[in-house]
């Protein structure tokens, strides 16, 4: 990607080409130094812990409990050794569908945070495929906040990121190998 290419222009994996954007973004921005790298992980670790908080804290109406501490040392103790490894594809994805949680509900799932969180749900699924499961999360939490008919902002999210790398693939003449 560093280099000018697409993913999998060049090479193969099974993950998706988002994961190897936003990896040459991270070194790009560490000057290829691996110790710097690895902090910029810890950083992505620490946001995701901190929004597990925040929407722990949202879904119980707002109260000052001890549930969002309990729910991020949690996922500390889940992503600790041996379990996690802070540069597995599934840490960045859990940072996009986190994110794209805490802003659904954190405003109220109004039209433009629901475009920009199915944007990030969007990066979620061209991080790592699997990912895509969490799409019965998104629909739940839709039906029960009451807000079904501004699930379309969301899907119109989602759709913006895979025609953009699907546009970008198609221009390198890459259709097959983004399929």
Known sequence: ????????ENEWDDKGPILYLFYALLIFLSGKNLIIFK???DILFLIITYLIAKIIFLLSNREMSTKPIIGSVFFIF???SPWG?????EIFCIFFISSSLYL???NDFQKNATLIAGILYGFSTLTNQGSGIFI???IYFFYCFSKVKNFVPFLLGISIVH???LFLYLSKDLLDVYI
Not at 1 to 8: E, I, K, Q, T
Not at 85 to 89: A, D, G, K, R, V
């Open 104 to 106: 659904l509900l954190q």
């Open 78 to 80: 889940l992503m600790s």
């Open 39 to 41: 902090i910029y992980c």
């Open 85 to 89: 490894t802070n540069e597995y594809s």
């Open 136 to 138: 019965i999360l998104f």
């Open 1 to 8: 990607v560093l280099r000018g290419s697409l993913p999998y």
């Open 163 to 165: 025609s953009t790398i």
